[in-house]
């Protein structure tokens, strides 16, 4: 493993344990034994690196999630949503960091990401959207803030996970 992917690899880790808000970049290259002068020779800034692990995240939780080919978009969706709840459940800072740090937010406004779960949901979500008298891209972000609100709420312990009633919100959406 190179020293770029030892970054990124310890990055995630200090990330799912800490949080990305306080995460010093003094702190992280020490803990790898390198100076800040070293890390930037592999990044050439913070954000660069945050770019490179959110892109590994991305990739990781879509590979992680086993989707069937036979399966409809829909069950796919459902799929990706009930595996999102228990992600955020059981990584939060992880996920808040993948889905609100300022350097991935700006990936939800283009057609086409570096993050592959990001472009999962969209082609999946085009796939669905029946209605045409709205645009994909507003039907995405219809269904998208519906599942991070159901995953905030489920990670907060305010419900517990209700397979049914998110196939019955999608269903709602896409009608």
Not at 62 to 80: F, G, H, V, W, Y
Request: hydrophobic share 40%; aromatic share 12%.
């Amino acid at each position: 493993m190179n020293t770029q992917d030892k970054l990124v690899g310890k990055t995630i880790t200090v990330i799912d344990k800490y949080g990305y808000q306080n995460l010093s970049l003094r702190k992280l290259t020490a803990t790898l034994g390198l100076t800040t002068g070293a890390f930037y020779k592999h990044f050439k800034s913070k954000d660069a690196l945050y770019e490179k692990v959110a892109i590994e995240l991305s990739r990781n939780f879509i590979d992680k999630i086993s989707l069937p080919d036979n399966a409809t978009a829909q069950e796919r969706l459902l799929i990706i949503a009930k595996n999102f709840c228990q992600y955020i459940d059981q990584h939060s800072n992880l996920a808040e960091f993948l889905f609100f740090n300022p350097t991935t937010l700006k990936a939800f406004s283009t057609k086409r990401s570096k993050y592959d779960f990001l472009n999962k949901m969209k082609i999946l979500v085009n796939e669905l959207n029946p209605k045409k008298n709205v645009s994909n891209q507003e039907l995405f972000i219809q269904i998208w803030s519906f599942i991070q609100g159901y995953a905030a709420l489920v990670n907060n312990k305010i419900v517990e996970y209700d397979e049914d009633l998110v196939k019955r919100t999608l269903d709602e959406f896409l009608q």
